[in-house]
């Protein structure tokens, strides 16, 4: 029977990940793992997938649609609360783009860990800041 050439790798991957998180078990490299996974989670990704589904929510009937355009008119003719308005969209658009950021240099801080067996959190992030800027910008390029 022929040998499949796939499962060397997975078997090693496999291995390397049970060494990296049980043996031996180490609560403080797990508590480290969370942040650099949490960061490798958030980015701009998740959050235009869940602003793009917030329209296809429907909370009533015709009659509410003419008193929110009623409201929407009134807020529009309004400068202070626009303002107010168009600062927190800025707000949202600027805290999106450093999340992605961070979201490109955790992903190399997590492979880093890995692949060394070593989970440190700020020296890999310090030394990976510019490669996660590239990448951003590698990223951000492409999705345009």
Excluded: C
């Excluded at 997938?49 to 296809?56: F, I």
């Excluded at 510019?130 to 590698?138: D, K, N, S, Y």
């Amino acid at each position: 029977m022929t040998e499949w050439w796939a499962f060397k790798p997975i078997t090693t991957a496999f291995e390397k990940t049970k060494q990296v998180l049980l043996e031996p078990f180490n609560a403080w490299t797990w508590i480290k793992l969370m942040i650099i996974v949490f960061f490798v989670g958030t980015g701009t990704s998740n959050v235009s997938s869940q602003l793009s589904n917030m329209g296809n929510y429907r909370t009533g009937g015709t009659s509410d649609y003419y008193s929110m355009s009623r409201a929407v008119e009134n807020v529009l003719t309004n400068n202070t609360l626009l303002m107010l308005l168009l600062g927190l969209v800025i707000l949202i658009i600027v805290i999106a783009i450093i999340l992605a950021y961070l979201r490109n240099v955790f992903s190399l801080v997590f492979i880093e860990a890995l692949a060394s067996g070593d989970v440190h959190v700020l020296k890999p992030m310090m030394d990976n800041l510019g490669r996660g800027f590239r990448l951003f910008v590698f990223a951000l390029a492409v999705s345009l």
